[in-house]
């Protein structure tokens, strides 16, 4: 609750994430906002416009390098990372414009999603996807 009430002060989420890469304090409330959350957006992550989170920022996990394209919609738990098992190609997910991702999907690994997807509750992406896909 308290990080809601800071955050508002500062501009909104993205505008302090922003400012996290360059300022400790932002970065500092930027995590604790995330914390109160149970969230993990990397601030090396980048966003074309902000995405909606329906449900709000809870329980999401977007890694360092993920790029998500234009009017994305991301429910809760979901999970955009890369894969850093051994023997797995590293790299990060790109993800496309006008995507619905729902909740408790997993985006694993240096693949590319499409625009106009719908990935489908708890499924679990490991490669490429194309356009106008339903998953």
Not at 85 to 104: A, E, R, W
Request: aromatic share 12%; net charge positive.
């Amino acid at each position: 609750m308290f990080a809601r009430i800071l955050i508002r002060c500062f501009g909104g989420i993205w505008h302090v994430k922003k400012k996290a890469k360059s300022n400790s304090f932002y970065k500092f409330i930027y995590n604790y906002y995330q914390f109160e959350h149970g969230s993990s957006i990397s601030i090396d992550s980048s966003f074309t416009n902000e995405p909606l989170f329906p449900r709000g920022m809870k329980q999401i996990v977007i890694g360092k390098g993920v790029k998500v394209g234009e009017n994305c919609v991301i429910y809760q738990q979901v999970t955009i990372d890369s894969a850093l098992l051994p023997n797995n190609i590293k790299g990060s997910p790109q993800i496309g414009n006008n995507c619905y991702i729902y909740p408790g999907a997993k985006i694993i690994g240096n693949i590319t999603i499409g625009d106009n997807v719908i990935i489908t509750p708890n499924a679990v992406i490991q490669e490429d996807i194309p356009d106008n896909s339903n998953v």
